[in-house]
């Protein structure tokens, strides 16, 4: 008897001491998801997604505040940057970040209201065109990050156009380019096809 119970201690001391050798990162791996961990965020405020978890790193894109991202990974405690893979793939600061409204409130760029503000950010490379066609000669191509002045129209919606399934923009050329264009051009805001979900410009921060 005295022998089992000896034997029973010794078992329980082992669990013990095996899982406080378990390494904390395991400890949280294996830990059941809740709420707070889900992997939706939305960003606080505009923010770029860098190539590398460093803010000297090439910033891939530009997410306007209330963006809805998908994280690849659960972050621990103190880390700085946390990698996403959606809507793009890079990593981003988790300071910025806060959790996903259960309501589903969060907005992305495509979805948020175009009212007031005429200043934008390239997203992604895109072209300007004389007209809001394809086929319409290129003006010049801009590079993410490049700030642009949109026109509005009255009550301050922002003077767009759709056409070949897409959503065009138009754009101040005077006032994005004093000195270098003038008059007005147009840009790809959205593909309807391919990225519906996407657009080619975020408010500027």
Not at 133 to 143: D, K, V
Request: net charge positive; proline share 6%; aromatic share 10%.
């Amino acid at each position: 008897m005295e022998f089992q119970k000896f034997l029973y201690i010794f078992t329980l001391v082992n669990i013990a001491t095996f899982a406080l050798s378990v390494p904390v990162l395991a400890q949280i791996t294996q830990a059941p998801f809740n709420s707070a961990q889900s992997s939706c965020r939305a960003t606080k405020v505009s923010t770029p997604v860098f190539k590398e978890p460093s803010t000297s790193s090439h910033a891939i894109r530009i997410l306007s505040a209330k963006t809805k991202i998908t994280l690849a990974y659960i972050p621990v405690s103190g880390d700085r940057f946390v990698r996403i893979k959606a809507p793009t793939s890079g990593f981003i600061q988790t300071a910025v970040l806060k959790f996903c409204q259960p309501n589903n409130n969060a907005q992305n760029i495509s979805s948020k209201p175009t009212i007031g503000s005429v200043c934008r950010q390239i997203v992604r490379r895109e072209t300007i065109r004389r007209q809001p066609n394809t086929r319409e000669p290129f003006i010049t191509t801009l590079s993410p990050n490049t700030v642009v002045y949109v026109n509005l129209v009255t009550g301050n919606i922002v003077k767009s156009y759709k056409s070949e399934n897409y959503i065009w923009v138009e754009i101040d050329l005077s006032r994005s380019f004093p000195g270098e264009l003038s008059g007005n051009g147009w840009i790809v805001n959205t593909d309807l096809v391919n990225t519906p979900g996407l657009s080619s410009l975020a408010y500027c921060s």
